[in-house]
């Protein structure tokens, strides 16, 4: 859940990245920022979501099924945004 402290504020962003094996460079799998990553548009400073405020989004992980050691990481890039809550 995330949302933007007024309708002209930046917006933050989260990155999805996925490693495998030993291996130490992280591979972009998607990124969510702007219309895409805000779940409301009820937009307020201290940002805490209310039950209707959450969204859920899917990400494919079918392509990776096979990799070894699979390691999955959210990166949340700050623009002087809101809270972001990962559920």
Same mark, same amino acid.
């Given at each position: +859940?995330?949302t *933007?402290k007024s309708?002209?504020? *930046? #917006?933050? #962003? ?9 291996? =130490?460079?992280?591979?972009?799998l =998607?990124t969510f920022?702007g @219309?895409?990553?805000?779940? =409301? ?7 805490i ?5 959450? +969204?859920?989004t899917?990400? @494919? &992980? =079918?392509s990776?099924?096979?990799?070894? +050691? &699979? ?6 890039? #700050?623009k ?5 809550? &990962?559920?």
């Open positions: +859940a995330y *933007l309708s002209v504020a *930046l #917006s933050d #962003s989260v990155v999805i990245s996925y490693v495998s094996g030993c291996g =130490t460079q992280w591979v972009p =998607t920022n @219309s895409n990553f805000y779940s =409301t548009t009820n937009y307020r400073d201290n940002f979501p209310q039950e209707n405020e959450w +969204a859920t899917e990400v @494919s &992980l =079918t990776l099924t096979q990799l070894p +050691a &699979l390691r999955i990481r959210f990166e949340v890039y #700050s002087g945004g809101n809270s972001f809550y &990962l559920d």
